[in-house]
């Protein structure tokens, strides 16, 4: 079974190895050709753009990628970003203080988690159809509280635009905040028996329920997980742009689940880890930069990056015949 079996554990560890250091090599060889291509690849000030690029971003790519691994999948991510910016926004404009309007606008988030784990768990519908209803639905309500108008917040204060904008030691405090997550749901997913059961639900949820997983517990949780991240950042967002826009976040949902695939989460669920995740969203961050950089038309840009994910999808059902 395998829960208990440690030869399926030991392959699906050495696939991800495999999987994680071919990635880093990828992002080597690019970043070596990208500086003799480019005199500016390579400078501090166009690094800090590329992790200012995918620090945030990346956060939401965590919680997609534990999602995937247990078998789901969340086409609302973008959608639920800019609901909680919208509510943050509208809350700090009606006089709530910054702190109290971010735990709303991520409870926002989760609550749209709620409902979508309800709604999967409960009546039985797909995760597919499920965050689609609900991409549309949370950017509706964007719309609705925002009347479709952006909202400026410059009146922030400086403490809370800390959050976005400030640095430690020239470091940007996004990035901070970002590598903190990464490396915490990293170890939980590694290390703690609940977060394990994220896997073992994914791998086999007949065998998980069988050895005593409450697998719609689990894939609630999961769900509810990735929306709070998702709110999260839109907090982030906001303190980084200090405005709030129910335009913000259309299309994210595509880099994200790309990033988690590159990095080794299926989309058949059971597989992924939340460094290969990182190293996904780096070397899209990567490739977008050294593009960027090249002069690459924007229209080239666009296919390329679906090339880069329809790769990575080959190379996951690669993965999954080798482990059948």
């Known amino acids: 079974m395998p829960i208990t079996s ?29 500086s003799f291509a480019s005199p500016y690849f ?6 800090k753009a590329m992790m200012l690029s995918f620090a945030v971003d990346g956060i939401v790519v965590v919680g997609m990628t534990i999602l995937l691994i247990v078998g789901g999948i969340d086409l609302s991510v973008g959608s639920v970003v800019c609901l909680s910016m919208t509510v943050s926004g509208s809350l700090f404009l009606a006089g709530a203080a910054p702190w109290l309007a971010s735990i709303g606008g991520i409870a926002a988030a989760a609550l749209v988690g709620v409902c979508m784990g309800l709604c999967v768990t409960m009546v039985g519908l797909s995760y597919f159809i499920t965050s689609l209803a609900f991409m549309v639905i949370a950017r509706g309500l964007s719309m609705l509280i925002t009347q479709g108008t952006p909202l400026s917040l410059f009146t922030l204060p400086p403490t809370f635009k800390f959050i976005g904008q400030g640095t430690i030691e020239g470091v940007p405090f996004v990035i901070v905040i970002f590598v903190v997550i990464a490396l915490i749901f990293d170890v939980l997913l590694r290390r703690a028996t609940v977060f394990r059961r994220f896997l073992y639900t994914g791998s ?25 991240l998702a709110g999260l950042a839109g907090v982030i967002y906001m303190a980084r742009f200090g405005s709030a826009t129910p335009t913000f976040g259309v299309g994210m949902e595509l880099n994200v689940i790309a990033a988690a695939v590159i990095g080794g989460a299926s989309l058949n669920g059971g597989s992924g880890s939340i460094l290969g995740a ?47």
Request: contains cysteine.
């Open 6 to 34: 440690t030869e399926p554990k030991a392959r699906r560890m050495n696939l991800h190895s495999m999987r994680e250091g071919g990635l880093i090599v990828i992002i080597l060889a690019i970043c070596i050709a990208m």
């Open 204 to 228: 086999n949820e007949q065998a998980a329920r069988y050895s005593g997983i409450n697998v719609k517990r689990v894939k609630f949780g999961a769900t509810v997980l990735c929306s709070g």
């Open 278 to 324: 990182v190293l996904g969203v780096a070397l899209l961050s990567i490739v977008s930069s050294s593009l960027l950089l090249l002069d690459v038309s924007v229209y080239w840009q666009d296919m390329i990056r679906g090339c880069i994910l329809l790769a990575a999808v080959a190379a996951d059902h690669f993965m999954q015949k080798r482990k059948a």
């Open 42 to 47: 390579m400078t501090w000030g166009n690094v």
